[in-house]
């Protein structure tokens, strides 16, 4: 087993995942770990680094795969007796445009945004080492999403008490008012990313909360972040920071020094804790 330290970026590819895995290398004291759903983009983008004078190792990563997950996990347990970073980055999102019913798209984006971040945190968390750093790449949209959910469940979504049970019971009914069709009249808002990292968002404060309960004495620190709006596959080309200003804020909560005691379950955008 080595004592290196070793860091790990989902969805990495590409956008602002390889741009954090690319801040990594350079600042990171140890291994650095780009993944991806296919093998031979993962090792392009390895290439590419390389290409830059930059070391970073790959690792296939399907957030959406259970299986996939448990076989990452095994292997830092195994090569590494742990984790000591974790940037839960791995996203997708419909465009604009988009002509897929309302309903196809809730699922499938909660399935990867929400339900595929949540089974890597499962399996994820409990590897991070004292001193561990973990970020979920959120969005500024979860904000402006919560604002348009009816005042129960903006309640609901900023208790300090809600559940991961509760939490996904939310997320389950999401996804099933917008199969009948009845979503804006349960009080839902009509973005279907926007309630997945209404999701993130609420989920890291959840973890951070049962982190400070169960681990106190680890001094993990876990945030939600946002980014900015960044040129991506993703984001489009109208975008306003380049794929490195959006890997800032991520970097910035992955490399907290070992003596810092926050942002701890915050809300962080352009480096800054949001009020949520």
């Known amino acids: 087993m080595s004592n290196v330290r070793v860091a790990v970026v989902t969805g990495s590819n590409k956008g602002i995942g390889l741009s954090v895995v690319r801040a990594l290398c350079r600042q990171f004291p140890g291994d650095v770990y780009l993944t991806a759903r296919d093998p031979g983009r993962g090792q392009e983008a390895v290439k590419k680094l390389q290409e830059e004078g930059l070391h970073a190792f790959f690792h296939q990563l399907d957030i959406d ?8 996990r095994d292997f830092l347990k195994e090569k590494y007796g742990g984790l000591d970073v974790l940037i839960n980055n ?7 445009h988009d002509t ?14 929400f339900f595929g971040t949540r089974n890597t945190c499962t399996e994820l968390l409990p590897l991070v080492k004292p001193y561990g750093r973990v970020v979920n790449v959120s969005s500024m949209v979860s904000s402006s999403a919560l604002g348009k959910c009816s005042g129960e469940l903006q309640q609901k979504f900023r208790s300090n008490t809600i559940t991961e049970d509760e939490l996904v019971e939310l997320m389950t009914k999401f996804v099933e008012d917008a199969k009948k ?18 999701g993130v968002t609420v989920l890291s404060r959840i973890q951070a909360r049962m982190l400070s309960e169960k681990r106190k004495d680890d001094h993990i620190l876990l945030n939600a972040c946002c980014p900015g709006w960044v040129r991506t596959d993703m984001a489009g080309p109208k975008a306003p920071k380049s794929p490195d200003e959006g890997a800032e804020t991520p970097v910035y909560l992955a490399l907290l ?19 949520w």
């Not at 299986?67 to 990452?72: D, P, T, V, W, Y």
């Open 65 to 72: 795969d259970l299986q996939s997950i448990r076989a990452l």
């Open 257 to 275: 020094p070992s003596n810092a005691d926050g942002p701890h379950g915050q809300f962080v955008s352009e480096k800054t804790v949001q009020t």
């Open 181 to 198: 069709n009845v979503h804006e009249k349960e009080g839902w808002p009509n973005t279907a990313y926007g309630v997945s990292k209404i």
């Open 90 to 96: 791995a996203g997708i999102a419909f465009k604009v």
């Open 100 to 113: 897929t019913p309302f309903a196809v798209q809730a699922e499938v984006t909660l399935k990867t945004n």
